[in-house]
């Protein structure tokens, strides 16, 4: 992993388990922070956030859900800075027994004024909810008046805020513990919860926002170590893994040679979409092997690549490698979009070659039948799996049953095959033989599109093929393509709506991204 020396990127790149957090914050105190002063700070920047984005002049009457802990005493805080600032403030808080400091601030809150209810009926008109029930760490469902009381918040048309994670979301895996609180926004405090990068908590989540309250990043690696177990992609991170600048003397070969064997008669446009995803890297050489019927299809499409005509089944698939190929010439062979089943020994002889290997959509069917963690672990080079949730389970019945913890499921999943999987979603999460999981915190619904999934092969296969960043973590190559993918699904969705996202179009999207990046400052 590239590491950065400013604090504040470092925060943003770590993702962290209840458990960790737990550990690091015990650091914090332990030298000696006093827990009300860190509660006081986190609060105060909370409360500015608010103030920001829910001016008093549209959002007069604020209701504020405030549970039994720590997350319970930054609402009961927030609760006194926003009535101190003119907004008219309600309690609510559903359970008698709480924390020290909890109470003392609930207290404190009651004593200017602020009324504090046991029933939500007070607060049935407020303009916006603060969710301030419980925090990270929280395991036990919600059940009874509690439960009855957040759906019934969450019914109502105003925004609701959640502090840290929206109540009931389990922090790790992500899952809703009875029921949760739906909201607009959730301020997740200090670092990156393993929830916010979990497919099945996005929709209580709503729109996330870290509150950097400077955990100093020493207390992180202490706890984490470097290289963290969980990171999150971005555009400083994926700075550091694309081929760039290119070297002032080359030549196309030392930029990489990429073999795509991709394409039948009946998807032949997944053929074409994977060579466009290639074209975007860059990569020095690209080689297409695709049916013979194809070839002159292809060449029209991509003039600058050595298209390959295969023999053909009856029906159109590529029966087998022509004897011409030679597996050995190439840095890396990205293989499966459109084949088809019955591509079956173009599989049995990829998985023999000596260079890392891509395989994707029916080249993942085909490894599934082929018994995938036996087959895999013959080989001696590093494969990259892109399957979505479906062919994940085809290929991994074992690890699939983690399933919808999708984190820990694409970790055991690397952990027992020793290859790069990623695991495709509203979350993409790559992993690499049970080390690192790098996660890809920003996506948009527009890439839920046939032939979308084509196109990232394609980009994988590109940049796995540069020679260059043949001693970088495979893994963070790969994750390096899926958040290039996802930037550029953004901006088409931006510039055409989600609606206007087809394949092609985000073909033309990849370059922009990569201009956007390495412009940053
Ligand atoms: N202490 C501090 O200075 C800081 C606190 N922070 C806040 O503290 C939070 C964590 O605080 P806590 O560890 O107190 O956790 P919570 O605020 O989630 O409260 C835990 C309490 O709620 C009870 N509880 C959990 N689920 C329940 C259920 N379903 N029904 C009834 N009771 C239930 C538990 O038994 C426990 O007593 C963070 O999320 C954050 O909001 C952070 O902001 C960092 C600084
Ligand atoms: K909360």
Redesign the pocket.
Known sequence: MAHTTNRQEQIEQVVVTAQQ??EI?GRI?EAG???????????GLISLRLQALFPLSHYHRVGVLV?????????AVVARELHLQGYEVLIYR??A?L?E??SGHTQYAASLGIPVYEQIEPLQNCDLIID?????????????N??DAVNRFNQGSQPIVS???P??IHTDTGEV??TAVRATRTFC??LWKLAFLQDQALEYIGKAEL?D?GIPAQDVWAILKQPAGLLRMSATVARNYLPLPRPAVTYKYKEGHLLLICGSRRYAGGAILTGLGARASGVGMLSMAVPESLKPLLVSHLPEALIIGCPETPAGAIAHLPEAIDLEDYSAIACGPGLTREAKPVIESVIEAQCPLVLDADGLNILAELRTIPTLLRRKTPTVLTPHVGEFKRLFPDSAGLLPDRVSAVWKASQLSRAVVLLKGARTAIAHAGSSVWLIPESTPALARGGSGDVLTGLIGGLVAYPSLSEQPLEAIVATAAWWHAQAGILAAQERTELGVDAFTLTQYLMQVVQKATLMP
């Open positions: 957090m737990r914050e105190f922070m006093p827990v009300a002063a860190l509660m006081e700070k986190v609060a549970g039994p802990g720590h997350n319970g005493g930054d609402a559903p359970i027994k924390k400091l909890t301030g029930l419980f925090g990270f760490g929280q395991t036990r469902s919600l059940s009874g509690l439960a502090i840290d994670l109540s009931g513990l009875g405090l200090g509150i309250f």
